[in-house]
T-cell receptor, first 117, second 113 residues
């Protein structure tokens, strides 16, 4: 398996533009996580899905952020409009999760480094 | 709310020194615990994990961690660090009743040759 695949690896955009980050989880994994990493705040959980359904989006900073998972092999994180403070590395991760156990680790993608100027 | 706390934000050691990184979590039920490592410019990789059984778990590259339930702690240790251990280390908790995976703030380890 190729692992979790994220695209693009780097994105530079101007303030106010829409940004879409993409993620392909490991085949067969039923959990998908989006994290944001910054020096100040560390690794923050933004949202996670189970079987394509958003379970907890309490970490999404504000309405400018939205995430979707239209099928088991694809997810997007969209920022509209983007602002300089959104500059960060965004990671996608996937895992298995048997109900009541959740004793499996998450596998991470390479991340997308977003710079908003 | 569930949270993970890593006590040390930045640690500097000389090669061959011993390492211990602290991790505490706030959740009263069954937990699954992880340590991940992130080498410069790379993604997170699993170092070790604890689900049940022996509270002392061994991972890759000579790392180990001890789960102390009464202290809600899962500290990472290595008897003798190498320059190549320079990286950021993250503790993570996955409560046993939810699929959520929560990370601590991370600890940057710098090993001087």
């Amino acid at each position: 398996d190729a692992g979790v695949i994220q695209s693009p690896r780097h994105e530079v955009t101007e303030m106010g533009q829409e940004v879409t980050l993409r993620c392909k989880p490991i085949s067969g994994h039923d959990y998908l996580f989006w994290y944001r990493q910054t020096m100040m705040r560390g690794l923050e959980l933004l949202i996670y899905f189970n079987n394509n359904v958003p379970i907890d989006d309490s970490g999404m900073p504000e309405d400018r952020f939205s995430a979707k998972m239209p099928n088991a092999s694809f997810s997007t994180l969209k920022i509209q409009p983007s602002e300089p403070r959104d500059s960060a590395v965004y990671f996608c991760a996937s895992s298995l999760g048997r109900r009541g156990l959740y004793n499996t680790e998450a596998f991470f993608g390479q991340g997308t480094r977003l710079t908003v100027v | 709310a569930q949270s993970v706390s890593q006590h040390n934000h930045h640690v500097i050691l000389s090669e061959a020194a011993s390492l211990e990184l602290g991790c505490n979590y706030s959740y009263g039920g069954t937990v699954n615990l992880f340590w991940y490592v992130q080498y410069p410019g790379q993604h997170l990789q699993l170092l070790l994990k604890y689900f049940s059984g022996d509270p002392l778990v061994k991972g890759i590259k000579g790392f180990e961690a001890e789960f102390i339930k009464s202290k809600f702690s899962f500290n990472l240790r290595k008897p003798s660090v190498q320059w190549s251990d320079t990286a950021e280390y993250f503790c993570a908790v996955r409560p046993g009743n939810t699929g959520k995976l929560i990370f601590g703030q991370g600890t940057t380890l710098q090993v001087k040759p």
